[in-house]
């Protein structure tokens, strides 16, 4: 594999001197020892994610502020509780789309991929200025490790090597979690952790590629910087997620959002999908978030929104999440997605949600 550089934070650099073997590519970590990532889809793992950044919103407005920008309840959101929501413009296109966590009272955490970070918090800033709520990003400030198939035993037994340690509990159809760590305490924590005695079959370290495979098999995707300002939230299937209140009152984008619920129909989903494996010396190295997919008769017909390629074989497999149109769903034999630079394409295969659609019911 061609690694591509990840520039990493001081702290995450230490970090990474103490884990095992491991290389970036397409900005995710992946570890030497690591299976594939379909094969590891039931063990306990710990992924670092350098990847992953998060905008602090607090002062004695911020629910109210929130409330009135944000596709989800800010208001009624209990302290420690954590859901999916949107922040859109007028037209209700996605800025960004994020973990929304109630830290306390006053302050709220959005979790998100760290390269929309800036998008989002500046989209947000144009909104802020008469209310008492400081917008910050803080993404430097916290390490961000995943918790994938964890049990109850496990987080005692994390929390107890570091009580510095605070554990977000996140909203899906496994046990998955957040363990957030201050940038000056990080260190310490994973030193806790690999002095601490743990079964392999207990606990595995893994890479970022295996958070965001784990994220796909969801069907949960974040809007990234070519795809801000491209969808609606119902194209990434937030209102099956939780994502969307339709009962919480007006926010931006608020009403085309509700118009699409109870006028329309929603002409694009997202679905998940994967590629036959190909050989390692084929162009399956990288392939581009807001790359189109192509239906049987040549015609674009969906994006592709996120994806992770698996070359720990001899071969290569995409997994991956793409915006479809529902008309080519429905009629579509065979789909295909354009590689980059290159006017090959490879064929891909639909899977399940894991989740039922509104559409659907």
């Known amino acids: 594999m061609q690694a591509a550089a990840l520039s990493l934070d001081p702290h995450w650099q230490a970090i990474f001197d103490l884990l095992p073997d491991h290389q970036f590519v397409d900005q995710l970590s992946w570890f030497e020892h690591q299976a594939a990532l379909k094969s590891s889809a039931r063990k306990n793992l710990i992924c670092p994610l350098p990847n992953w950044g998060c905008i602090a919103i607090d002062g004695p407005e911020a629910a109210t502020f929130l409330q009135g920008q944000l596709t989800n309840d800010a208001v009624n959101l209990a302290s420690d509780e954590t859901i999916l929501a949107a922040h859109c413009d007028p037209k209700g296109r996605m800025h960004a789309n994020f973990y929304l966590h109630r830290r306390s009272e006053q302050c709220f955490y959005l979790f998100m991929p760290r390269v929309t970070v ?4 500046r989209a947000l800033k144009k909104y802020a200025v008469f209310s008492k709520a400081e917008l910050s990003d803080i993404s430097y400030n916290l390490a961000q490790f995943a918790l994938i198939n964890s049990d109850e035993k496990l987080l005692t037994q994390l929390l107890a090597a570091d009580e510095s340690a605070k554990v977000i509990t996140l909203p899906t159809h496994h046990e998955q979690h957040l363990i957030l760590v201050k940038s000056a305490q990080a260190l310490n924590f994973v030193n806790q952790l690999n002095a601490t ?20 098999q969801q069907g949960i995707a974040f809007i990234q910087p070519t795809t801000v300002g491209e969808m609606i939230p119902q194209m990434l299937n937030l209102d099956a997620l939780g994502g969307i209140s339709f009962t919480k009152g007006c926010y931006t984008g608020q009403e085309i959002i509700a118009r699409m619920k109870y006028r329309g129909k929603v002409k694009r989903r997202c679905y998940p999908f994967s590629s036959r494996p190909v050989s390692s010396d084929s162009l399956l190295q990288t392939l581009p978030i807001g790359g189109e997919i192509f239906d049987q008769h040549g015609k674009s017909c969906g994006l592709n929104v996120s994806v992770v390629i698996d070359n720990t074989g001899q071969n290569s497999t995409a997994y991956g999440l793409a915006v479809l149109k529902v008309s080519a769903i429905e009629e579509a034999s065979k789909l295909s997605l ?21 559409d659907e019911e």
């Open 118 to 121: 800036t998008t989002a918090l």
């Open 197 to 216: 005695t743990f079964d392999s079959e207990m606990l595995c370290w893994a890479g970022s590629s295996h958070w965001e495979y784990h994220l796909i």
């Open 338 to 358: 354009s590689l980059p630079d290159s006017d090959q394409r490879i064929d891909i295969q639909l899977s399940q949600l894991p989740y039922s659609l509104d």
